[in-house]
């Protein structure tokens, strides 16, 4: 069982930034892709970036390309998301979560097997 907890969210004002970092208890966390979703009240939950195991292949929704990147070290059992130039629509509940696989499942919740409790988010305008 990986168990993930959530760190880095807060309150910004919108073009700022911030970085989310996600812990993980499982000693073979380097086995398996991560990824970052995030869900706005009333709104279902969407994807944002994955990466593979290794941290070669990277992932990303459209919305983020150019201004999200995701990282993750492995000798640390965590993986980052940085976010820059943040808008106030990207206000949400920012979730990480595994896969049972090392490999990138796509960007659909019901592939992810483990998840943390989420992260505020809060981009004011």
């Known amino acids: 069982q990986v168990q993930l907890v959530e760190s880095g969210g807060g309150l910004v004002q919108a073009g700022g930034s911030l970085r989310l970092s996600c812990s993980a208890s499982?000693?073979?966390?380097?086995?398996?892709?991560m990824g970052w979703f995030r869900q706005a009240p009333e709104k279902e939950r969407e994807f944002v970036a994955a990466?593979?195991?290794?941290?070669?292949?990277?992932y990303y929704a459209d919305s983020v390309k150019g201004r999200f990147t995701i990282s993750r070290d492995n000798a640390k059992k965590a993986v980052y998301l940085q976010m820059n130039t943040l808008k106030p629509e990207e206000t949400a509940v920012y979730y990480c979560?595994?896969?049972?696989?090392?490999?990138?499942?796509?960007?659909?919740?019901?592939?992810?097997?483990?998840w943390g409790q989420g992260t505020q988010v809060t981009v004011s305008s």
């Open positions: 979560a595994a896969p049972s696989r090392g490999t990138y499942p796509g960007p659909l919740p019901r592939e992810y097997d483990y």
């Open positions: 990466i593979d195991w290794s941290g070669r292949s990277k």
């Open positions: 499982e000693r073979t966390f380097s086995f398996y892709a």
